[in-house]
């Protein structure tokens, strides 16, 4: 069953703009990861946020955890084109569970 | 930088056929894992394996086994591949458990005709 769902399904920017998707689950998590992926390619290890952290920042790269509202959100700032991909949560409920991927989000960055 | 590699990218095969999908990683990491992605229903983890012969189930095992010879190599076995098989299919590597990120290789694309 989904654990993590993603928002907006699809998103689409202007280059320069910042890029916004939001991920929000069921149930408690231990921790909360984003990835990223490049059509026909695998998926790439963003950020891992832990349950008791609530911002985590890597470059162009801002992530939030929100554990009362059950969700967290990834800012992309200064989008580039090559930050077009799909772009997936994907949590873990405790020490020795596994990680549930959400369904993905859709990102266009226009030139 | 980890490296996990997919023997191949593209793959077809026939109904029936056995199939062997190979993965290996340079990383010396305990737990390995395979996933299938289709369109709409995202990343759902098949086997996994936290050691050398080693293996447990995840969400979807039906049809498919797993064998860890290896440290460094993880093979999924379709044992007799259906029309539903054909998928993506995306081999990952992770030192440790659930508190450490995964690591994927570039997927296998198999068609099942």
């Known amino acids: 069953s989904q654990q993590g769902e993603e928002d907006p399904q699809a998103l689409s920017i202007q280059e320069g703009e910042n890029a916004t998707m939001n991920c929000s689950y069921k149930?408690?998590?231990?921790?909360l990861q984003w990835y990223r992926q490049n059509s026909g390619r695998g998926l790439v290890h963003l950020i891992l946020i832990r349950s008791n952290e609530r911002e985590k920042h890597s470059g162009r790269l801002r992530v939030t955890l929100d554990t009362s509202k059950k969700s967290s959100s990834l800012l992309i700032t200064a989008s580039r084109a090559a930050d077009t991909a799909s772009y997936f949560c994907?949590?873990?409920?405790?020490?020795?569970?596994?990680?549930?991927f959400g369904k993905g989000i859709t990102l266009s960055v226009r030139p | 930088d980890v490296k996990v590699t997919q023997s191949s990218r593209y793959l077809v095969k026939r109904t029936g056929e056995k199939v062997f999908l190979e993965c290996v990683q340079d990383m010396d990491h305990e737990n390995m894992f395979w996933y299938r992605q289709d369109p709409g229903l995202g990343l759902r983890l098949i086997y996994f394996s936290y050691d050398v012969k080693m293996k447990e189930k995840g969400d979807i095992p039906e049809g498919y086994s797993v064998s860890r010879e290896k440290k460094e190599r993880f093979s999924l076995i379709l044992e007799s591949a259906s029309t539903n098989q054909t998928s993506m299919y995306l081999c990952?590597?992770?030192?440790?458990?659930?508190?450490?990120?995964?690591?994927f290789g570039d997927g296998t694309r198999l068609s099942i005709l």
């Open positions: 990952a590597s992770a030192q440790g458990w659930s508190n450490q990120p995964q690591h």
């Open positions: 994907a949590t873990t409920t405790g020490a020795n569970s596994k990680l549930t």
């Open positions: 149930t408690s998590i231990n921790n």
